[in-house]
């Protein structure tokens, strides 16, 4: 019987790591930002639940990982994008080599897909050219060892190398509503991926306040050894300008949040 591992992000991140060149073996964390220069994290030091920007090369051994995860620990379902022309059949034998190891799969290609999969009884294919799903990468294993990788083009510069934004995670509920949102986008039901966006947003505000929380205890640890060094210093209306200084920091911080959920309300669905 197959069995989920205790620490499957440990498993998922050992196998990318020998799927990628050891030169590529650092990612930027997406909306994080230390004295004003990127976050670059190891490959091994990925955390579930957090944007992440993505090379090519990298997104794709990712979801490779993915569907190989769901090969080896089984699930009631894969659902796969393939969002380059010509990929669909380049991953056929692939696929109908591990069909018969799944539930089914659900094959969301660019184009059309070849021949064998479209006969295929295990794997469904659907079309996305035109699509909003196009822009997408995803590899989605529902069931009992449920996994989700999924990241958009257009992330970062071109420049840059960094073409996608995007996470992987364990968590059922974020699974269960992505599968719900692939589901509207092939049925025509809907217009974008509502909780990428949704946890885009919320993911970006979390990212400012930390920033912006570091940065005043800097500010507040810099005043208080000052203060130590001349306590002559620390009348009672610096301390009080000191206190509302805080309070209104904290009134600003929470207006971030605030913001990013109107602008989510907003949205068209």
Partial sequence: MNTIPKHPARELLLELQRRVPAGQHFVQEAFSSEHRHPVMVKLSALRPDTFYLFDETTSVALCDTV?????????????????AFGEAQAR?????????????????????PGAGLASSTRIECHTI????????????????????????????????????LGFFTYDGNTIDEVAGDIDSLVGGLARR?????????????????TRELESYSRRMDLAVRRARRRPDLLTPARFNRIVGQAIAKMEQLKEIPRRALRTIDRAPR
């Avoid at 569907?67 to 969002?83: E, F, I, K, S």
């Fill in 129 to 164: 050219t035109g699509n909003p799903l196009a822009r997408y990468r995803i590899a989605l294993v529902e069931g009992k060892s449920a996994m989700l990788f999924i990241s958009r083009e257009g992330g970062g510069k071109p420049s840059d190398g960094l073409h996608s």
């Fill in 67 to 83: 569907v190989d995860w769901a090969a080896r620990h089984g699930g009631a379902r894969l659902t796969l994008t393939c969002p």
């Fill in 92 to 112: 056929q034998h692939r696929l109908q080599h591990i069909a018969g190891k799944l539930g089914r799969i659900r094959l969301l290609a660019v184009g059309q």
């Fill in 193 to 209: 991926l509502a909780t990428f966006e949704r946890l885009e947003v919320l993911h970006q505000a979390t990212q400012r306040i």
